[in-house]
Each structure stands twice: as C-alpha cells, then as structure tokens.
C-alpha cells in the first residue's frame, strides 16, 4: 500500500501555467506505476497522464498531448504533472493514482491506490 497527497492545484487563468505535486508515503515507491486523472463536474473521472510499469514510456490522454508533463522522483516519492497553456476546459479535481500491475494504464481499474485530489479552476 501507498497512501498518496496531491498539492499545487489552484485558480489560474486560461494560457498559465500550474505543476501539480504527489507526495507518497509507504514502502517501494519506486515499484509502482503512477497516473493523473481528472475529474470535471458532472462528468466521469479520465485518464490525463500516466507512466508504463517500468517507468521507461509515458501516455497522455489527447486533449492534454503537447501541454501536460507527467515525470516522478523517486528519491522524494513524488509524481509531477507540469500543465502549461491551460484552458478553461482543463477545470477539474485531479487525483494521483499508483498501480503495480494488471490492467490498462488508462483505467481508473488497474489503480489502486489514489490521492484525495486537488482542485484545478481555469478562468477564461
């Protein structure tokens, strides 16, 4: 088990930039695959970002491809997800996830482990 705590979410206008940060606790941080995903009012939670299980390949969903970075250090068991050019449409509550294997990197399914989420607002 890692317990997860995302930060660095706020109110930002369109075209700014924001990193959000995800702190883990627990054991072989290292040995997990780590996402973001986002969930808009209203809507079902969606895969924004996430590494393969050994870390080598990262996927982005499209709507994010080209503006959202998602990189870790395992040393301060932390995941990142750099968003630059943010648009309005990019409001939501993004949550960390941790998997260790099993599943498609792009289902909510294969994780198992989530943060508690931080709040995104884009103003146009």
């Known amino acids: 088990q890692v317990q997860l705590v995302e930060s660095g979410g706020g109110l930002v206008q369109g075209g700014d930039s924001l990193r959000l940060s995800c702190a883990a606790s627990g054991r072989s941080f290292s040995s997990y695959a780590m996402g973001w995903f986002r969930q808009a009012p209203g809507k079902e939670r969606e895969f924004v970002a996430a590494?393969?299980?050994?870390?080598?390949?990262?996927y982005y969903a499209d709507s994010v491809k080209g503006r959202f970075t998602i990189s870790r250090d395992n040393a301060k068991n932390t995941v990142y997800l750099q968003m630059n050019s943010l648009k309005p449409e990019d409001t939501a509550v993004y949550y960390c996830a941790a998997r260790r294997g099993g599943g498609y990197y792009y289902t909510r399914n294969a994780y198992d482990n989530w943060g508690q989420g931080t709040q995104v607002t884009v103003s146009s």
């Open positions: 590494f393969s299980l050994n870390g080598v390949t990262t």
